[in-house]
């Protein structure tokens, strides 16, 4: 019989409807069940693509003798991190403080009142490498709530205590300078390994937020340094199995075997990465050239659509780990990996030894059971690209007969906006008007299911109807950066208007007296503690997304306001870029942009025409483009901004000095930072 997740709108808590344990999705009335039963609330915290939360669900949730544990003694509560990332901020501090760790599936042991007590993550159902079990776990913790009560409500309370102590402060702290800029690139020279390029350590997630600020650095300060840095990880990350080789797109995450061998990735695929991959790959190839970046912006951007566009017009949000084989066991990367015959099979002798040689396919295997992940296996040496491309092709098609992975259809805002902003940006650069078309059907959503009349977003979205939660400060951060970047591209006044009923939000309702910024808004629900975290993760922290979108929307309008809370809001990149920079790299780039001016460019003339392209290929940092004509009032920019002899006319401002206008494109992309034709 369905518990109460049934007539949930995440897919997630859709997967654990069926579970025997009487789950609770996060409401008000299971902490009363809670309080009146007189019994702890277990708290899990998951998403859909997480790998070993399906481990766990299956081995722990599915179980009957351990779901009956667990409805006898606890109030159990499911939450998806992607639904409510302010529960799951709040709770994975209170986790990591306490464990120094933390991760998904996330455990959390409360008291009615929402205080923690006891945390983890994942636990086996038999015990085992120094783990406890699952079941040892809950009896640990029933027998503490039933005869050491007292202590438990001391852990409680002095968790949240400390908890709700860590405030930040920094928020007005100065302005981020030239030496904060470079201290920050400094540090990032140590972490990285030359050798390899990418970043030191087993684990390596892409660090999309700091390329962004490594090529903004290197085109406003000229530091060969930066480019070098962003060009060695993105062409690590696009030769490794990160990156799938046959479909396009990028994984989680990769990991550095023991034994030694080729990266192994997780295989789940997210929109947010995929999204900011995109648009990193496509500015690398506005500031190299590179033949690479651009392949693999437009096969990223090409994945988004074809594997994770709703019906509705949006972005679903992942694609699992796992998948059925051919034995019919349901297994992590079987939709991805290839043997020698699996080849053969698709290609033929010959092209199957090509592909072989090219993708890393051995006998032996360099993943599980024979099986190889594909990566790009030599390196400077000459490929036939048509051939590459022709078995890729194939490939592809013969994979979609494969059974292929679960896809999570929740559409979050936040994650959303990352992908307009990539794939208007990425169809005006390539010329592909399709792309531009998709990014607009997905902003069309927005407006339609998540913005509400008064412009307060919701935070996600299944089968064109809202899941109910509001959305917290990345939504409106990252939403209101997609829609500057469709307005840049598409000449349409109308997404600069959206965007700045999104900012006045934040504005009024996430914006502190000091300029610090909070994760959610001042009449959201009230959790132990505010969240309140300046730090990226695997996306910009809302912090930054936001500052950033504020500093555009000011440079668009004038708005002394909005200027005033984006210079706030980045004191926060002064006190962390020199000590964490791979930690606040959207924070960076929005200080290089601020340091920059940003540059205002108005073209008075067609939208989509010569002049129009040259300053969206600028390399200037955070520039803000308006396009279109001079009579319209979408743009404050364009206001007064003639067409000088009839010609499409340039003019670009910074720091309110402007240049004389220029109806030259040479001249516009030199004064940007670029070559008229972005090569």
Same mark, same amino acid.
């Given at each position: 019989?369905?518990?109460?997740?049934?007539?949930?709108?995440?897919?997630?808590?859709?997967?654990?409807?069926?579970?025997?344990?009487?789950?609770?999705? +996060? *409401?008000?009335?299971? #902490?009363?069940?809670?309080?009146?039963?007189?019994?702890?609330?277990? =708290?899990?915290?998951?998403?859909?693509?997480?790998? +070993?939360?399906?481990?766990?669900?299956?081995?722990? #949730?599915?179980?009957?003798?351990?779901?009956?544990?667990?409805?006898?003694?606890?109030?159990?509560?499911?939450?998806?991190?992607?639904?409510?990332? %302010?529960?799951?901020?709040?709770?994975?501090?209170?986790?990591?403080?306490?464990?120094?760790?933390?991760?998904?599936?996330?455990?959390?042991?409360?008291?009615?009142?929402?205080?923690?007590?006891?945390?983890?993550?994942?636990?086996?159902?038999?015990?085992? @490498?120094?783990?406890?079990?699952?079941?040892?776990?809950?009896?640990?913790?029933?027998? $503490?709530?039933?005869?050491?009560?007292?202590?438990?409500?001391?852990?409680?309370?002095?968790?949240?205590?400390?908890?709700?102590?860590?405030?930040?402060?920094?928020?007005?702290?100065?302005?981020?300078?030239?030496?904060?800029q470079a201290l920050a690139l400094f540090q990032l020279t140590r972490d990285i390994d030359s050798a390899s390029g990418w970043f030191r350590g087993d684990t390596k997630f892409p660090p999309s937020m700091v390329i962004e600020f490594l090529?903004?650095?290197?085109?406003?300060?000229?530091?060969?340094?930066?480019? *070098?840095?962003?060009?060695?990880?993105?062409?690590?990350?696009?030769?490794?199995?990160?990156?799938?080789?046959?479909?396009?797109?990028? @994984?989680?995450?990769?990991?550095?075997?023991?034994?030694?061998?080729?990266?192994?990735?997780?295989?789940?695929?997210?929109?947010?990465?995929? $999204?900011?991959?995109?648009?990193?790959?496509?500015?690398?190839?506005?500031?190299?050239?590179?033949?690479?970046?651009?392949?693999? $912006?437009?096969?990223?951007?090409?994945?988004?659509?074809?594997?994770?566009?709703?019906?509705?017009?949006?972005?679903?949000?992942?694609?699992?780990? %796992?998948?059925?084989?051919?034995?019919?066991?349901?297994?992590?990367?079987?939709?991805?990996? +290839?043997?020698?015959?699996?080849?053969?099979?698709?290609?033929?002798?010959?092209?199957?030894?090509?592909?072989?040689? @090219?993708?890393?396919?051995?006998?032996?295997?360099? #993943?599980? *059971?024979?099986?190889?992940?594909?990566? =790009?296996?030599?390196?400077?040496?000459?490929?036939d690209a048509g051939r590459a491309a022709d078995v890729r092709a194939k490939l592809l098609a013969a994979r979609e007969l494969r059974p292929r992975p679960g896809r999570d259809d929740k559409v979050v805002a /936040?994650?959303?906006?990352?992908?307009? /902003?990539?794939?208007?940006?990425?169809?005006?650069? #390539?010329?592909?008007?399709? =792309?531009?078309?998709?990014?607009?059907?997905?902003?069309?959503?927005?407006?339609?299911?998540?913005?509400? %009349?008064?412009?307060?977003?919701?935070?996600?979205?299944?089968?064109?109807?809202?899941?109910?939660?509001?959305?917290?400060? *990345?939504?409106?951060?990252?939403?209101?950066?997609?829609?500057?970047?469709?307005?840049?591209?598409?000449?349409?006044?109308?997404?600069?208007?959206?965007?700045?009923?999104?900012?006045?939000?934040?504005?009024?309702?996430?914006?502190?007296?000091?300029?610090?910024?909070?994760?959610?808004?001042?009449?959201?629900?009230?959790?132990?503690?505010?969240?309140?975290?300046?730090?990226?993760?695997?996306?910009?922290?809302? +912090?930054? &997304?936001?500052?950033?979108?504020?500093?555009?929307? &000011?440079?668009?309008?004038?708005?002394?306001?909005?200027?005033?809370?984006?210079?706030?809001?980045?004191?926060?990149?002064?006190?962390?870029?020199?000590?964490?920079?791979?930690?606040?790299?959207?924070?960076?780039?929005?200080?290089?942009?601020?340091? %920059?001016?940003?540059?205002?460019?108005?073209?008075?003339?067609?939208?989509?025409?010569?002049?129009?392209?040259?300053?969206?290929?600028?390399?200037?940092?955070? /520039?803000?483009?308006?396009?279109?004509?001079?009579?319209?009032?979408?743009?404050?920019?364009?206001?007064?901004?003639?067409?000088?002899?009839?010609?499409?006319?340039?003019?670009?401002?910074? @720091?309110?000095?402007?240049?004389?206008?220029?109806?030259?494109?040479? /001249?516009?992309?030199?004064?940007?930072?670029?070559?008229?034709?972005?090569?």
């Amino acid at each position: 019989m369905p518990n109460r997740l049934a007539q949930a709108t995440s897919p997630y808590l859709l997967q654990h409807a069926d579970n025997p344990v009487d789950w609770w999705p +996060w *409401e008000t009335d299971a #902490f009363e069940e809670a309080r009146r039963r007189d019994v702890p609330v277990f =708290l899990s915290v998951g998403y859909s693509a997480c790998h +070993w939360c399906h481990v766990m669900a299956h081995e722990s #949730f599915e179980d009957d003798d351990t779901a009956a544990y667990m409805n006898e003694h606890f109030v159990s509560v499911k939450v998806d991190r992607e639904e409510r990332p %302010d529960v799951d901020a709040v709770y994975m501090e209170a986790v990591q403080a306490a464990t120094g760790q933390g991760g998904w599936p996330m455990s959390v042991f409360m008291t009615p009142d929402g205080e923690p007590f006891y945390f983890g993550t994942y636990f086996p159902p038999e015990a085992r @490498h120094g783990m406890a079990s699952f079941r040892q776990v809950l009896e640990g913790v029933h027998n $503490a709530w039933t005869s050491r009560r007292d202590e438990v409500g001391e852990v409680a309370g002095k968790i949240t205590r400390d908890l709700a102590e860590r405030e930040l402060s920094i928020g007005d702290a100065e302005t981020p300078t030239e030496e904060t800029q470079a201290l920050a690139l400094f540090q990032l020279t140590r972490d990285i390994d030359s050798a390899s390029g990418w970043f030191r350590g087993d684990t390596k997630f892409p660090p999309s937020m700091v390329i962004e600020f490594l090529l903004r650095h290197h085109a406003r300060a000229g530091s060969v340094a930066a480019l *070098e840095m962003a060009e060695g990880l993105c062409g690590a990350m696009a030769r490794s199995s990160l990156y799938d080789q046959v479909g396009g797109g990028f @994984h989680r995450y990769v990991l550095t075997p023991r034994t030694g061998g080729p990266l192994v990735p997780h295989f789940e695929k997210m929109l947010y990465d995929n $999204a900011l991959l995109c648009r990193a790959y496509a500015h690398l190839w506005r500031s190299t050239g590179s033949e690479l970046a651009r392949r693999v $912006a437009l096969e990223t951007a090409d994945f988004m659509v074809r594997e994770l566009r709703t019906p509705e017009g949006g972005f679903a949000s992942a694609l699992d780990a %796992d998948s059925e084989d051919g034995a019919g066991r349901h297994v992590e990367g079987a939709y991805y990996v +290839w043997t020698p015959e699996q080849l053969r099979e698709v290609l033929g002798d010959q092209d199957a030894a090509f592909a072989a040689e @090219h993708f890393g396919v051995t006998e032996q295997g360099t #993943f599980e *059971e024979g099986a190889s992940v594909l990566r =790009l296996a030599r390196t400077g040496t000459v490929v036939d690209a048509g051939r590459a491309a022709d078995v890729r092709a194939k490939l592809l098609a013969a994979r979609e007969l494969r059974p292929r992975p679960g896809r999570d259809d929740k559409v979050v805002a /936040a994650w959303n906006g990352l992908a307009i /902003a990539a794939l208007a940006e990425t169809g005006a650069y #390539f010329g592909r008007p399709d =792309l531009i078309e998709r990014a607009t059907e997905a902003a069309d959503l927005l407006v339609r299911v998540h913005m509400g %009349d008064v412009a307060r977003l919701t935070r996600t979205s299944k089968d064109g109807r809202t899941g109910g939660h509001a959305g917290v400060l *990345e939504d409106y951060g990252d939403v209101a950066e997609g829609f500057l970047a469709l307005a840049a591209v598409t000449g349409e006044g109308v997404w600069l208007e959206f965007a700045g009923f999104l900012l006045d939000i934040v504005l009024q309702h996430f914006t502190g007296e000091g300029g610090q910024l909070y994760d959610t808004a001042d009449d959201a629900e009230k959790l132990i503690r505010r969240p309140q975290d300046p730090t990226d993760s695997a996306t910009p922290a809302g +912090w930054t &997304a936001a500052a950033g979108a504020l500093l555009s929307y &000011a440079a668009y309008t004038g708005s002394k306001a909005h200027r005033t809370a984006a210079e706030g809001a980045l004191g926060v990149v002064k006190a962390l870029g020199p000590r964490v920079p791979r930690f606040i790299g959207w924070g960076l780039a929005v200080a290089e942009a601020l340091l %920059d001016g940003p540059r205002e460019v108005a073209v008075a003339g067609p939208v989509g025409g010569a002049l129009h392209r040259t300053a969206l290929l600028g390399r200037a940092p955070g /520039a803000v483009v308006a396009a279109g004509e001079t009579a319209g009032t979408e743009f404050p920019l364009l206001a007064d901004r003639p067409m000088v002899g009839g010609a499409p006319t340039a003019y670009v401002c910074r @720091h309110f000095v402007c240049d004389a206008p220029t109806t030259d494109r040479e /001249a516009l992309a030199r004064s940007l930072g670029s070559s008229p034709s972005g090569d």
